[in-house]
């Protein structure tokens, strides 16, 4: 099973990123799909999650209205647009894809919201 995520890198305070997760390996129209992040020095949080079938499972309150969670089954890809980013949303940015008791983790794609 590979999620290889991609779309990270450096943008201004305000600007957008949309992070893409492609998965192989796996059955993924069956997996609930998850975004997380981790700032430095902090633990890792749930940022948005969505279901097999395109149900949106949650999002964090600081996301609320400004990320978007999405997939695209025949693609194999689960998206995360991120809008009017901030500089506290400066993390490795990890996509997750669970089906209990199977539980898979990309390597992560850095985020760094600064100007």
């Known amino acids: 099973v590979q999620l290889v995520e991609s779309g990270g890198g450096l943008v201004q305070p305000g600007g957008s990123l949309r992070l893409s997760c492609a998965a192989s390996?796996?059955?993924?129209?069956?997996?609930?799909m998850r975004w997380y992040r981790q700032a430095p020095g902090k633990e890792r949080e749930l940022v948005a999650g969505?279901?097999?079938?395109?149900?949106?499972?949650n999002y964090v309150d600081s996301a609320k209205g400004r990320f978007t969670i999405s997939r695209d089954n025949a693609k194999n890809t689960v998206y995360l647009q991120m809008n009017s980013l901030k500089p506290e949303d400066t993390a490795v940015y990890y996509c997750?894809?669970?089906?209990?008791?199977?539980?898979?983790w990309g390597q992560g794609t850095q985020v760094t919201v600064s100007s």
């Open positions: 969505i279901t097999n079938t395109g149900g949106t499972l």
């Open positions: 997750n894809a669970r089906l209990n008791p199977l539980n898979y």
């Open positions: 390996g796996l059955t993924f129209s069956r997996y609930n």
